[in-house]
């Protein structure tokens, strides 16, 4: 789709999705998965991430890498699910790979035309204030003197900051 891809494995295409993954709305790359029907988690070796950001870094100008989450497949034991997050507002723009700027049509890559290329050009690369659901910072009580009373929070969930451009 516009936003999300699927990887069997390891391919010198990824840095290619990153790129325009970067340069459109971004979206989620999901390694270790295969396309169509049976047992699609296959999985791959966690020096798959090593393999990621070094292509980034070699491939991509200005190098960049994305944020990487690997997921442990239960009972394959050293296998990864690879959620690579792609966050357009994090990314400078444009992103180029090879000399030209990927983007992301539905369900492939294409090279930007010339009035998209100076539209990346012109967009900001400086990450803003882009998420739509605010994480609020904890309340710790305070004793009489204003101390607080706990030492440290932890805090669970997950939340991925969208610009209102992928919130759609």
Known sequence: SLTLEFKQQYT????????????????ILMVGI????????LGVPEDTIVRIVSACHARLEPPWEPEIVPVQLPGKRGLFILVVRIDPAQA?????ERGAAPIRLHGRNAIADRPRLR????????PSNISRFQVQAPQIARDSK??????CMVRKGF????????AW
């Open 119 to 126: 539209s990346l050009f012109e967009q900001s690369s400086v």
């Open 34 to 41: 295969a396309e169509g029907g049976g047992d699609r988690l």
């Open 146 to 151: 204003g101390e607080p009373e706990a030492d």
């Open 92 to 96: 400078p723009r444009p992103l180029l």
């Open 159 to 166: 939340a991925i900051p969208l610009s209102n451009d992928a």
């Open 12 to 27: 010198d295409k990824i840095p290619t999705s990153i790129a325009a993954m970067a340069n459109t709305y971004g979206g």
